[in-house]
């Protein structure tokens, strides 16, 4: 019985660190999707820099149309025939000019408008060297930790090893499949007559068979195997 507590005190361990470790990929990959998150926002304010560039560009290149549509009309002023035809003339070459007035207005703007997006850009970009930092040092954490718990595991293994050999076969390999079945705690203790795994009651009958030793008494409900810690003074009532 000792050498069977002994082992779920190991395994009871170990059955801990398993289950902490497989919770690890997750936090990992939460950690990630955080910061790829943060990583496209600032790839969504570059898009932005892109599109206001591209406008820009547009602009000036209508701009320029303009421009030299004015200059081409200035040059065919002088030899119109009448007054009217210069007159009208006249007229679109304004009309041009102010088309190219309202366009220089609509690039300053977007000037305006991509300087301070650039200077977010900045902003961010800082703040995302910062948030990488961050990440990059959760993510060793938690691998420093994963290292520790195999190292652990190990150690725990081989220990477990040494703790199964004067353990009857039989009844290591009940025990065992009890442990797989239920959640890493094969045996337990009963206090105030009910069950240390399950909480239902043991009758005061199968207490005195435990007390008895003879031979292994499980519980009725949950299987797991029953003792009486005598050290912390259990009473059979
Ligand atoms: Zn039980």
Redesign the pocket.
Known sequence: MDSLIKLQEIDTQIYALHSEKSAKPAQIKELENIFESKKSHMAELEKQALDLAKQKKDKELELASKEEAAVKLQGQLYSLKTNKEYQTMLQQIQDAKADASVIEDKILEILEESDKLKAVVEQEKLKIKEEEKLFLLDKSKIETRLKEIDDRLSQLEATRKQAVVDIEAKILSQYERILTSRDGLAI?TVNDNS?G????FVPPQVINLIKMYERIIT?E????MLYIDEANGQESS
């Open positions: 337990v069950c795994g399950c909480n239902m519980c409900t949950c299987n797991r």
